[in-house]
């Protein structure tokens, strides 16, 4: 089945500063491609999806990238701000028969310093 | 308000006693699916629901049962609970398929 892979599994910056986090997958037919937040005491919320017929897809201050080649998907998240702070997982699921499954990376916990 | 309603937030229980979470939806949501949040490990699919003909395993079915009776809700159970299946629990449901999930709040489940 799939695995994803997801790093680093902590991550701190100062106000300001871009995050990076990193993905990557193992199954090659693996078309979607979607970064969920969760807060303190929260569900993760979906803050952007990416399917395998695009490289690249921005909102405001965030956007994921996407090499299929290497099978790798990036977050990243510009001028970072304090509300920021939670916990980024990265996910990956293929259509057809296995359209239900959704595989999850580990997380990384994300602390954006004022 | 849109959301989805698991109950209860936090259970406290014993090896062997059978209990049940239960899951609920008020956006007509055709997909339903079950997860455990692990440190380190990340979030696991148990079960997912397609809709209320169509039910499968996750990743990590073992020791649990789903039922899907009504499209509003997804009850997990466990029948026989031990304590590796301490964790926290997450319902999530979307319009169709794995896409653009909304997830419950979370229950806190430990066995003692």
């Known amino acids: 089945g799939e695995n994803v892979e997801q790093h680093p599994s902590t991550l701190s910056v100062q106000e300001g500063d871009s995050a990076v986090i990193k993905c990557t997958y193992s199954?090659?037919?693996?078309?979607?491609f979607p970064w969920y937040k969760q807060e303190l005491g929260k569900g993760p919320q979906l803050i952007i999806d990416?399917?395998?017929?695009?490289g690249e897809k921005k909102d405001q201050r965030i956007a994921v990238t996407l090499n299929k080649t290497a099978k790798h998907f990036s977050l990243h998240i510009t001028e970072t701000q304090p509300e920021d702070s939670a916990v980024y997982f990265c996910?990956?699921?293929?259509?057809?028969?296995?359209?239900?499954?959704?595989?999850f990376g580990q997380g990384t916990i994300l602390t954006v310093h004022p | 308000e849109a959301q989805v309603t698991q109950n209860p937030r936090y259970l406290i229980t014993v090896t062997g006693k059978k209990l049940t979470v239960t899951c609920s939806q008020n956006?007509?949501?055709?997909?339903m699916s079950w997860y455990r949040q692990d440190p380190g490990l990340g979030l696991r699919q148990i079960y997912y629901?397609?809709?209320?003909?169509?039910?499968d395993k996750g990743d990590v079915p073992e020791g649990y049962k789903v039922s899907r009776k009504e499209k509003r809700n997804f009850p997990l159970i466990l029948e026989s609970p031990s304590p590796n299946q301490t964790s926290l629990y997450f319902c999530?449901?979307?319009?169709?398929?794995?896409?653009?999930?909304?997830f419950g709040s979370g229950t806190q489940l430990s066995v003692l």
């Open positions: 999530a449901s979307s319009l169709y398929g794995n896409e653009k999930l909304f």
């Open positions: 199954d090659s037919a693996s078309n979607y």
């Open positions: 990416i399917r395998s017929n695009v």
């Open positions: 996910a990956a699921s293929t259509g057809g028969t296995s359209y239900g499954k959704l595989t």
């Open positions: 956006m007509n949501h055709e997909y």
């Open positions: 629901s397609m809709n209320v003909e169509v039910t």
